[in-house]
């Protein structure tokens, strides 16, 4: 896939089209959920140096690792951005970038999304490109109220240069423990949200068909 600059205009066009047609129940839906995310995802902020003290605003390396994200919350991610025309405009720039970014190791990205050929050794490589997240400006999250739980989760207990070769993860209890919570309240919901096909896709291209796809439902 990649996004022409006619598909990435088309999408800022219709976003008030898509608002109107989003339901009253689905819109409530999608807002309970974002409360939940954005609590979680305050509880995990708070969590501070016993997470980690070496993970800091500006410090963005991870986001060019592939974090997947479940229908709930790529929706809440989707009706964030519509809601807010600029951080919309600013992802769909940010992703044409990264799709002809990521066009010459399409095949690398594919491998990366099919749970079939994805191992360690095709996540290293797709990390080794340094290809960030759509969301990612000027070095932090975007979308950090409402980033997904795999993001809210990562941390390191290492300072980022070694991070930018070894990425490492580390989760305390209490880590695990808030985690879990939103997890499972969030896969009560899933079955509300569209699932697509059987790729996963990374956080920000899922966002970015989801709202292809939105487009597609009001022409
Ligand atoms: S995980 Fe590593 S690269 Fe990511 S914010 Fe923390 S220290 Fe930086
Ligand atoms: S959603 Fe935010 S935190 Fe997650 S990878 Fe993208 S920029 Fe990084």
Not at 174 to 182: K, L, N, Q, V
Request: hydrophobic share 45%; glycine share 6%; charged share 25%.
């Amino acid at each position: 896939m990649i996004l022409s600059d006619a598909a990435a205009r088309l999408i800022a066009e219709r976003r008030e089209a898509i608002l109107v047609r989003a339901g009253a129940g689905h819109r409530s839906l999608v807002g309970e959920c974002a409360d939940r995310i954005v609590a979680h995802n305050v509880r995990m902020t708070g969590l501070g140096t016993r997470a980690s003290k070496f993970c800091a605003r500006g410090c963005a390396r991870c986001c060019a690792m592939i974090f997947f994200a479940s229908p709930a919350e790529v929706e809440v991610i989707a009706f964030h951005l519509l809601e807010r025309p600029e951080l919309l405009r600013v992802f769909l720039l940010n992703s044409l970038e990264r799709e002809r970014m990521i066009l010459p190791h399409e095949g690398l990205y594919r491998r990366c999304q099919a749970a079939t050929l994805c191992d360690d050794a095709n996540l290293a490589a797709f990390y080794a490109l340094d290809i960030r997240c759509a969301f990612n400006v000027e070095g932090a999250c975007a979308i950090y109220p409402v980033r997904p739980l795999a993001c809210s989760l990562y941390n390191s207990i290492v300072p980022a240069d070694v991070c930018a070769v070894e990425p490492k993860a580390y989760e305390t209890e209490e880590m695990r423990m808030h985690h879990g919570d939103a997890r499972r309240w969030l896969a009560g919901h899933v079955r509300s949200f569209p699932v697509r096909d059987g790729q996963r896709l990374d956080v920000s291209r899922k966002v970015l068909v989801r709202l292809i796809d939105l487009v597609d439902s009001v022409t």
